[in-house]
């Protein structure tokens, strides 16, 4: 089954703390990895993807696929960087993709001055 | 640019009635998918249109739930018989294309309550 698993829901930690958000997955194939993020009542939107390699607001995330895990990082919190995240995955391009995600449950990280 | 919109933002409405939830893509872009967010848990995948044709209708919960797209453009997602468990926000997002390397741009979601 194809499956995305975050196992907290919330992660608390004071400012210039790091910060590891856990994402593990299940799916038969190679998959294609994000992160979404949803600030206060702000759309989600894309934080990062695997394949592209980037850091993003000094976020990274390594696909592990020995582990299945796609965790995201980020060495010193920020106050703004509270907010829900998702990991999410979709099926690799071709093959008749059609680039649905199937989401996690998401994690509230809650930065604390 | 314009994002994607959707209206209405909020959406009430008693046990057995119909609704419609309406989405207007980015200009341009081909593919459109509808996603249900209960409270507490991720995005649901529930349709993908390529064009005006439903590619995948593979998460419809059942049929009760149904979609058109009817000039490539506007979506727009249609409940009948409304249940208290339809209750949730509706969202939409469109890319260019269909999966990698297009990001899906997301609209602010329908928040509907069934009643």
């Not at chain 1, 590891?20 to 994000?34: A, D, I, M, T, W």
């Not at chain 2, 009817?70 to 890319?95: F, M, N």
Request: aromatic fraction near 12%.
């Amino acid at each position: 089954a194809q499956r995305v698993t975050q196992p907290e829901k919330l992660l608390s930690v004071f400012k210039g703390a790091p910060v590891e958000l856990k994402c593990n997955y299940s799916y038969s194939g190679s998959p294609e990895l994000f992160w979404y993020v949803q600030y206060s009542r702000q759309r989600l939107q894309l934080l990062l993807r695997h394949i592209s390699r980037e850091s993003i607001k000094g976020f990274t995330a390594d696909l592990n696929k020995g582990e299945t895990s796609f965790h995201l990082k980020k060495p010193f919190a920020q106050e703004e960087d509270s907010a829900m995240y998702y990991c999410a995955l979709s099926g690799q391009l071709g093959g008749g993709n059609t680039g649905k995600l199937i989401f996690g449950q998401g994690t509230t990280l809650q930065v604390k001055p | 640019g314009a994002g994607v919109s959707q209206t209405p933002s909020n959406k009430v409405t008693e046990k057995g009635k119909y609704v419609e939830l309406r989405c207007d893509p980015i200009s341009g872009h081909t593919a459109l998918y509808w996603y249900r967010q209960s409270l507490g848990q991720g995005p649901e995948f529930l349709i993908y249109f390529q064009g005006t044709g439903a590619a995948d209708d593979s998460g419809l919960p059942n049929d009760r739930f149904f979609a058109v797209r009817p000039e490539g453009s506007v979506s727009t997602l249609k409940i009948q018989r409304t249940e208290r468990g339809d209750s949730a926000v509706y969202l939409c997002a469109s890319s260019l294309a269909p999966g990698q390397p297009y990001e899906q741009y997301f609209g602010p979601g329908t928040r509907l309550t069934v009643t």
